[in-house]
């Protein structure tokens, strides 16, 4: 069976996070992103695709969202409550708190019909299931999933998903370096079939972030010591707490008194999370809760409406994050003309909202509407920070997981071809880019399931060893291998497992040791070996006396029977390459082969014609076993003297 | 293998086990038993100390004259009095056979409760001690502030006697003990006098350090793998924040280990049950339901499977989760914020010693918000070393909290009231009692929360002793304990005393719906219950008793473990059908692994010698037929006589078959084996053929 892997948004471009995975009978769709950039259907993913006749339900196992942002969670309320799934969707406690913010930004975007109410949002976050970091969740009985720690935002996750055998790992937006308040993402090791990946910076490597946090505050405390205002348009969530923490941290060191405000009690509420959920923050701020929680910022005020025109320098952060209307918007139109004040802007904003169009060049006149036009004056800070990893990243997190094949999703096509290739050729890992609505399908990976008798198992685990001598000729290069130097006796643990599989007719196969087979069939054994008795002719013997062991055979040369088998031995051991040969006195035993003098005058196993003079011939009896026929053959052909050409 | 180390007794000091699972030794709980701490005298303060010195006949280890003995002997029989109890720095008992293990032969400790955390800094001291513990990350954090605060409130001992000795301490001599009433004595050296050696002076700061060090945290549901055998997973028991159950999976069996567990609690994640579901092997080990069982015996008929083997499945769930004892613990709560709005409106004092997170939080709320209905303008003071730190840890854990708590943090409010309440000066936070700000601020009446609720330690020592004259002020004690001996150094008391006692695990009639919904196949349960839950035949679990440091052997439930085979390593199988018997059979050859409590075979890295080619059989099996083989082999060509009845060797019944033609060979059939013996490879390859086609083989 394989892997199915429907790619319905994000796919070679950074919009809309959709993937519907189907292994081993089960379909899990990830994310359920919205694309800000378009106003008709196709902000949505093209749900259809998953299921012809809108049976959602039967369609699909479970939807898992891994963040709150919009590009991962917006289509969520569309489809549960406009398209009607019901069955379970999985995300970290966090997420639902987000959307209503951002649907308020939705609706009061011009020229949007609304897609779905507030109830609908309320509706659809009453299906959620919460899940903790680390949390091992059984969605039924072969569906498991986990959550790991993600570190893009507060409540980013990575989902390990099982199914069986068959296990991935689907990414959402990650971060591999901590930052200030959000820790790094952290798996485990994980045997995986697949993994799929974002790669927004998939080419990219970023320096540290500490230089451009230092140019934003230099930008605000410039702004502020001039007089000026300085306006923060963010979303509740996250950006926010990460820039406050920057400030506050700043106005302790500068020893700042001028107020940092914050606009709606929404932003004070998203404050209250972020402190209650210190444990998805980094190591650092979890470790002062206590004594002072980071986010209980000590600068920070409630900003008031008729503050807006208050003389005197400030900061104020203002909802929503791309001036697309309420507070921000509000504050920004009175504010903008001043060249005194600064505007600082987030890394994205939605095509059409006044963000963008700020983003886009520095316009000195912005249209509001058809009738009203703004001077733009003040400055324009970009934030550039980015809580998503590199490529570096993203390397460093496929090498790590090793998975069996890769899938990228959320980035720019070029860059993603880029580094499909640095995956392949680097880490030797299948990698695959698929475009919107294209399925990938991989293999998936099976398990046989059997049982295995005590004896086996124990068996199987006890060490095996294996010792082996470094062979004179290759002393030289060899034992100084890798810088190492090999010593000359070698001891591996060739472990092995070694069995029989019963399966028998109404039973669960079974794994048993040879030694308890037989128990088990009731059978006796029977015992096949092999036996060879063969003449050595003392001539050939003796040239090797004299050739070979002449140096050091002053007690050989005591000829006489008994020294017969030491010079086979020697013999042997010179021609024999990488066989455990062991000699016992009155025999030599290679593996299963044995081979001793035979004093008999008619042994059974004496199938060879003897040669015409008998008094010459010496004779050795050889057995085996079956296991080592090929070897046995071969030692008797070295004995005989006859093949040596072949050797 | 279970042993049942303790029974414990009550909340503050749960059971302790040990066992043995797939060979690995696993120690649940490693609690203290604080209530043997009543023994001991609590640090005399101020004016009482004076009075006490004065006409104090103990002088207790001055001397040991003859006067003083007989005296005291006098006092065996007569009831205690305040005098009886132990002046000296306190030593701490740990679980009674605990001290007879070798502690170095525990592989993992199993941590389900703060409390049973508390005697674990003297395990792991101990050197040689190297196992690996698991705890609840809230679990661990919270025994690390029970531990730590226990540790400062000790402190006041050794001031006060200076430091210990490092010799044994003088109470502890027999001759001491044989002159301590027989209460006492009991106390010390348990009924059978096997608990003198569960005796340990307190660790240090240090020692809690170092232990907490050693502890790996978990969340719930999260899965740790042990030495690649055993899964390891916490579930929610309910009783606390953090508490858990443990589900321990390896490859022959499933274990689920249930500590005191409360399906519906009013601060806590509930206890998940679901989770330990269909388990080999359940591990009762709630006995809260022994401790308040004799108040209220008569109450219950005794419990048969007969009216729960008809409940269906659902309704033992739904049962379970009735909300009757939820509201029992609200009733509670609520009488006993009114007695307390009794005693502030005769301008008496209400002091709570009470340190059950839990229990204690909500009584916070509880009676902060009766006062205010009562327009009552009282300060509510918590007195602790680490009250701080453990307020605002408990504001920062939602994912730890019932429904209800995190729905407060969905609507942005604060999970517990004691937020607004310091917000609003209306309760105060002070480390000990004599903290400046607290000599500032402090107005009588008032309500003080301090620990500790064995009466000797702490900030209570103090206040008792203050208010023990005043008839118009009330302690509120939990029930369970020794109130009578607890109070015995405050006498004469003048306070009212209150005694609760606060649902701390499942109840009686819950157990055996619980197991009903649980389906394991074997139980294994406190002897004491046998008699308080009774079993059908029918039950379809085996039920096995436990009791106090006796070992039982749990019978194996199955006689083979799981393995899985990869796919490769399977699809190179070659299946033999044997002949007599319905049977397939291969040989398998690969790599063992074992990861994740369960067993793996891979097709290893060298790719064997026998897949290349076909390969023979090793093992041969039956009894060879000769003319079979002789018409085999002349079937190959090969042509052969037998020649009957001649021994080789002297061995007998074996035959000889001579072969000749095409060359010349022998096969000497005997019966346990053959021996073939042929000029040539090919020869002997071809009559071996003939032998493994007429015997089975493998």
Known sequence: MAIECLVLGAGQQVGKSCVVVSMNGKRIMFDCGMDMAYHDHRRHPDFSRISEYGDFDKALT????????????????????????????????????MLEDYRKVMVERRGEEEQFTSEHIVECMKKVIAVDVKQTVQVDKDLMIRAYYAGHVLGAAMFYTKVGDSAIVYTGDYNMTPDRHLG??????????????????????????????????????????????????????????????LLEDYWERMNLKIPIYFSSGLTMQANMYYKMLISWTSQKVKETYSTRNAFDFKHVLNFDRSMISAPGPCVLFATPGWISGGFSLEVFKQWAPSEMNLIT??????????????????????DLDKDTQLDVRCQIHQLSFSPHTDAKGIMDLVKFLSPKHVILVHGEKPKMATLKGRIYSELGIRCDDPANNETVCIPSTHHVEVGASNTFIRSSLNPNFNFSKMSSEDESDSRLKDGKFMPWLQVKDERAAEGILV????????????????????????????????????????????????????????????????????????????????????????????????????????????????????????????????????????????????? | MQTCLSKGGGFHFPPCHVLNVCGFRILFDCPLDLSALTIFSPVPTGYRAVVDEKDSDCQPYSTLDSDCVTWKRQKIGKPLDANDLICAVPWYKIVKYLHLWNVSFIDVVLISSPMGMLGLPFLTRIKGFSAKIYATEVTARLGQLMMEDLVSMHMEFRQFYGPEGSTFPRWMEEEELDLRPSALREVVLGKDGAELGGWMPLYSAADVKHCLQKVQTLRYAEEVCYNGKLVIKAFSSGLEIGTCNWSINGPKRDIAFISSSIFV??????????????????????????????????????????????????????????????????????????C??????????????????????????????????????????VISSVAEELLAYTNVIPEWLCKERQEKLFSGEPLFAHVELIKDNKLHVFPTVHSPKLLINWQEPCIVFCPHWCLRLGPVVHLLHRWSGDPNS?????????????????????????????????????????????????????????????????????????????????????DSSELEIATDLAFQFQWRNLKHENMNITRLKGELHVAHGKHWLHSGNKPSKSNSSKSRPLLHWGTPDLETLLSILSKMGINASVEQGVGVEGSKKACIVHVHDPKKALIEIGDTGTVISAVDENLASLIFEAMDSILDGI
């Open chain 1, 62 to 97: 479970c939807i898992v969202i891994t963040h709150f942002h919009l590009d991962h969670i917006g289509a969520l309320p569309y489809f549960t409550e406009v398209c009607g799934y019901r069955g379970p969707i999985y995300m970290t406690a966090l997420a639902p708190s």
């Open chain 1, 184 to 245: 790094a993402a952290q798996i485990d090791r994980l045997q995986l079939d697949l993994l799929i990946t974002e790669s927004t910076y998939a080419t990219t490597i970023r320096d540290s972030k500490y230089g451009r946090e230092a140019e934003f505050l230099k930008a605000v405390h410039k702004c502020v010591l001039g007089g000026g205002k300085v306006l923060i348009p963010t979303f509740a969530l996250g950006r926010a707490q990460e820039l406050c923490i």
């Open chain 1, 345 to 366: 802007l987030p890394g994205y904003c939605a095509a059409g909202t006044i963000g963008h169009k700020l983003m886009s060049g520095k316009p000195s006149k912005i």
């Open chain 1, 503 to 647: 399966e028998e007719k109404g039973k669960r196969a079974k794994i048993v040791h040879l030694d308890e087979f037989l128990l088990m069939l009731g059978e006796k054994k029977h015992d096949i070996r092999f036996a060879y008795c063969f003449p050595i002719n003392t001539d050939n013997l003796e040239d090797t006396k004299s050739t070979d062991v002449s140096s050091s055979s002053n007690a050989l040369s005591v000829s006489g029977r008994s020294s017969w088998l030491p010079m086979l031995y020697i013999k042997l051991s010179d021609e024999l390459s990488g066989g455990n040969i062991q000699y016992f006195g009155e025999q030599i035993q290679v593996e299963s082969f044995s081979v001793s003098l035979c004093l008999k005058d008619r042994c059974p196993y004496r199938i060879v014609d003897s040669p015409p003079n008998k008094c010459e011939a010496v004779f050795f009896c050889c057995a085996w076993s079956i296991a080592d026929e090929k070897l046995a053959w071969k030692i008797i052909s070295i004995l005989e003297n006859r093949n040596y050409g072949t050797l």
């Open chain 2, 265 to 338: 609690p009013a601060h806590a994640m509930s206890f998940d049950y679901h989770a330990l579901q269909g388990k080999d092997i359940v591990l009762y080990s709630d006995l809260s339901s022994l401790d308040t069982m004799e108040g209220i015996e008569d109450g219950y008929s005794f419990l048969t499977t007969d009216s729960f083997s008809t409940l269906s499945w659902e309704e033992s769930a739904q049962s379970l989760l009735n909300t009757s004892e939820h509201l029992e613990e609200r009733e509670k709560l609520y009488y006993l914020c009114s």
């Open chain 2, 340 to 381: 307390a709005a009794d005693s502030l409106k005769a301008s008496g004092s209400v002091l709570i010693p009470i340190n059950r997170l839990g229990t204690f939080i909500q009584l916070l709320e509880q009676i902060s918000a009766s006062l205010e209905s009562s327009s009552l303008k009282v300060p509510i003071y």
């Open chain 2, 474 to 558: 009330l302690l509120v004690l939990e029930s369970g304990h020794d109130a009578q001996l607890a109070l015995l150094p405050f006498q004469p008391m003048e306070m009212k005393v209150l005694q609760c006692s606060f649902l701390s695990g499942i109840k009686l009639p819950k157990i055996l719906p619980l197991l009903n919904v649980l389906q394991p196949k074997i139980t294994l349960l406190p002897e004491d219950l046998r008699q308080k839950v009774r079993f059908t035949n029918v039950n379809p679990f085996s039920v096995f008793h436990y009791s106090e440091n006796k070992t039982l052997i749990i019978p194996s439930l199955k």
